[in-house]
Structure formats: structure tokens, C-alpha cells
């Protein structure tokens, strides 16, 4: 057994680094055009700040759901519980992002939207993997901490990731509707669908995990990783873009 102070210590080490790993390969991809440090720090801090916020409404949405929904409980968390708190999350994260980041002068090109949405995403992660380990490190059972940590590491973060990402590309592949009344109405509704597709994403995840067998499991592993396949795919699609942009401009 190891004291709270300790153990809140290597939680936080658990689940911060990780997240640092994820976003270190992030900013490797973006290493031609690199994103000033402060800013990437505020968009990683803000994800950390939506952590803090989230648990107040998806605490009080469940015990709605208790309240209201039949088959729901504290131990057996529903389909309507899934789904509130995808977008709890997604929608917290996104306007933490838009209201911390994504205004300012910095963020100057499309790929700048996907990675400040990711990043805001990993900052989301690394507090809520630390909270997850911090009662298996607390009650000493170290190897099943770092069990979780790694699943974790493989499944619940890149679920933030993608699920961001999806916000961020659709912000992204319309960077360039801005210049009109009808550009912003294009963006916000294209912007209004990546938000869907992102709550949509992290329901089905956390669908398969919550209170299901093994082999489903197995199946939301599968989607999250076919989704990181697309995510880079899109991901250099944005860097090409931005390549003929800057070869039209010289």
C-alpha cells in the first residue's frame, strides 16, 4: 500500500505521459509549419480544464437517467447515459478549444484546427486516465494500474483524438468559407455535422466497453483503430493541400 500523495503522483505521471507521447508524434507530423509551445500548452490545459468541468453534468445526467430511463443505474450505465456523456464531453471540449484557442492569430492555416483540436483532446485524456489509476495505484494493486493505464493508452485516448479530430476537420476543410455571409453558414452547419460525427464516434466506443463482453470489446478497439487509419489519411490530405498552397503562393 503507498500513500495518496504518492499514489496521485504516479497516476499523474501514468496518465500524463502517455497523452505527451500521442502529442509529441502530433507535432512531428506538423514539424514544417510548428505551432508556437504557449499555444499548444493552452489548448493541452484547456482539455485538462474540460475534465474538470465535465463531472459536475454527467454526475447530474445520470442520476436523471436513473430517475427516468428504465434498465438505467449507477452500476449499469445505459444508452441514453453513453450518449449524454459523449456530448458532455465532446461539446465541452470543442468550445474550450474555440474559446482559449482557436481564435487567435496563431492558429493562421486548416491544419492548425485539427491539431489544437487534438491537443485540447489529449489535455482531456491525460486528467481522465490520471483519475481512472488513481484508486488502483492508491489501494497498491500496481499491476493492474499500469494494465489500465495501457489500455487506456490504446483505447479511451485515441477515442478522444478521433472523436476531436472529427471537429477539427470539418473546421478545417472549410477553412476557406469564411470570406462571405454564406461561408459562415456553410462552416458553422459543416462544423455542426463534425460535432455529431464526434459524439456519434465516442458513443460507440464507450457502447462496446460499458458493460459488454470481450469480443465487443474487441469490435470497439477495431473501430477506433480503422478510425486512426482515416484520421491520417485526412490528415495528410490537409498536408497536401497545404503544400500546393504555399507552391501556388512562392
Known amino acids: ?7 496521485i503522483g504516479y497516476a499523474l505521471l501514468a496518465g500524463v505521459v502517455p497523452a505527451l507521447i500521442w502529442l509529441y508524434f502530433l507535432l512531428r507530423e506538423d514539424r514544417r509549419n510548428p505551432e508556437p ?11 485538462m480544464i474540460a475534465v474538470l468541468l465535465v463531472i459536475g453534468p454527467e454526475s447530474a445526467f445520470l442520476n ?9 443505474s449507477n452500476d449499469n450505465v445505459c444508452t441514453p447515459v453513453i450518449v449524454g456523456w459523449a456530448t458532455i464531453e465532446e461539446v465541452t471540449k470543442y468550445l474550450l478549444c474555440a474559446v482559449l484557442v482557436l481564435w487567435r492569430r496563431e492558429v493562421d492555416e486548416s491544419l ?25 495505484f492508491m489501494q497498491g494493486t500496481i499491476t493492474l494500474g ?28 472549410t477553412y476557406r468559407k469564411m470570406m462571405s455571409v454564406e461561408g459562415y453558414a456553410l462552416r ?19 457502447f462496446f466497453i460499458i458493460n459488454h463482453n470481450g469480443d465487443q470489446k474487441v469490435l470497439a478497439f477495431f473501430t477506433v483503430w480503422t478510425s486512426v487509419v482515416v484520421f491520417f489519411a485526412l490528415f495528410e490530405l490537409l498536408k497536401y493541400f497545404r503544400y500546393r498552397t504555399l507552391s501556388a503562393n512562392r
Do not use: K, W
Not at 500500500?1 to 499514489?7: L, N, T, V, Y
Not at 509551445?37 to 493552452?42: D, F, K, S
Open 188 to 206: 458553422a452547419t459543416i462544423a455542426s455535422g463534425g460535432l455529431i460525427l464526434a459524439i456519434a464516434l465516442h458513443s460507440v466506443f464507450n
Open 1 to 7: 500500500m503507498i500513500g495518496p500523495i504518492q499514489a
Open 112 to 136: 492548425d484546427l485539427v491539431v489544437y483540436m487534438i491537443t485540447t483532446a489529449l489535455g482531456f485524456a491525460a486528467l481522465e486516465n490520471t483519475l481512472f489509476l488513481i484508486a488502483p
Open 37 to 47: 509551445p504557449l499555444i499548444v500548452l493552452i489548448a493541452f490545459v484547456a482539455g
Open 146 to 173: 499500469l494494465a489500465t493505464d495501457v489500455q487506456r493508452f490504446i483505447g479511451s485516448t485515441l477515442v478522444h483524438v478521433i472523436s476531436s479530430s472529427a471537429i477539427g476537420f470539418s473546421l478545417a476543410f
Open 64 to 72: 436523471y437517467a436513473v430517475e427516468h430511463f428504465s434498465g438505467c
